[in-house]
């Protein structure tokens, strides 16, 4: 069974996070598929137009499969130099892939202390 879509969320433009927190909110979900998905998680490298560039943030991703749909939880610390960056997920199984339809941006908030800022 193909993949229809694939949705990534929180469904908001710009995530904000503290720098060196661990984040375990951005969910990617598949559309119903049998072979179950394989969804794999990328940081754009600030390329738009070429993917080839783009790391693999899977290994700080889980998953699991259930009712032949798939979801994944991204789970790591952003470091600054994330800042700004985009994360998408692409989901695939035997019969294609897709990527979600759009990208979550990193908004890193600083570290502000009282007499520092």
């Known amino acids: 069974m193909l993949i229809v ?3 990534l969320t929180p469904d908001v433009p710009t995530i904000s996070v503290l720098p060196n927190v ?3 909110f951005i969910r ?3 559309s119903v598929a049998r072979l179950a998905p394989i969804i794999t998680w990328y940081l754009d490298n600030s390329t738009s ?3 080839s560039d783009d790391m693999d943030l899977t290994r700080y991703s889980s ?3 259930v009712a032949d ?3 994944s939880i991204l789970s790591m610390m952003l470091s600054t130099n994330y800042h700004d960056a985009r994360i998408y997920c692409n989901v695939s199984n035997g019969y294609g892939h897709i990527m979600t339809n759009r990208t979550l941006r990193i908004n890193l908030l600083s570290m502000c202390f009282v007499h520092f800022c």
């Open 22 to 24: 661990a984040t375990s």
């Open 69 to 71: 749909v798939t979801t």
């Open 63 to 65: 998953s699991s499969t």
């Open 5 to 7: 879509y694939a949705t």
């Open 28 to 30: 990617c979900m598949s």
């Open 49 to 51: 137009s070429d993917y």
